[in-house]
């Protein structure tokens, strides 16, 4: 279980690191420029997800007793997931961004990806539709750039 919690936590941080990457390219900073700009900002993010697993890890490290050699290595395997997916995600991801991204890369989409991405679009019409529909209330594109005082969402 504890291996199974350890893939998700470094692929977790990886994605967030590339998406982050991602945008600043979309933006138009050549990949290199984003892969250096990435990190800080995602830097807070990944500490964040990792405090509420190092709190929880670290007192069953300190168990005694049975129960507490019988955890031990579950809470050693998810301390040194927490460490090494933070290590990965703030050095090897943005590495590997800035020398295999292009934007090039980016723009060239394949056929599976047209396909997924009309099928998206499909489904987030039907959603708006639906919403529409049901709730009374009209669907607006969903953008990070509204204010905080409004929700993230596709209500109005």
């Known amino acids: 279980m504890a ?3 350890s893939v998700g936590f470094v692929v977790d941080d990886a ?3 590339l998406e982050n990457i991602y945008r600043h390219i979309e933006a138009g900073l050549s990949p290199k420029e984003a892969a250096v700009k990435a990190p800080p900002k995602s830097a807070s993010r990944l500490f964040r997800s990792a405090c509420p697993w ?6 069953i490290l300190m168990m005694s007793g ?3 050699r019988l955890l031990r290595e579950f809470s050693l395997t998810v301390a040194l997931a927490i460490f090494v997916s933070a290590v990965v995600s703030l050095t090897l991801t943005p590495m590997m961004c800035a020398r295999i991204l ?3 890369s980016l723009t060239n989409s394949s056929r599976i990806s ?3 991405e009309t099928a998206f ?3 987030l019409a039907a959603y708006a539709k639906g919403l529409t529909s049901c709730c009374g209330i009209s669907a607006q594109p969903f953008s990070f750039s509204s204010p905080p005082s409004q929700p993230l969402a596709f209500y109005t």
């Open 3 to 5: 291996l199974t919690i």
């Open 15 to 17: 994605i967030v690191m």
């Open 54 to 59: 190092s709190r929880f890890s670290f007192p």
């Open 66 to 68: 049975i129960v507490g």
């Open 102 to 104: 292009t934007h090039e």
């Open 114 to 116: 047209r396909i997924f």
């Open 121 to 123: 679009g499909a489904l």
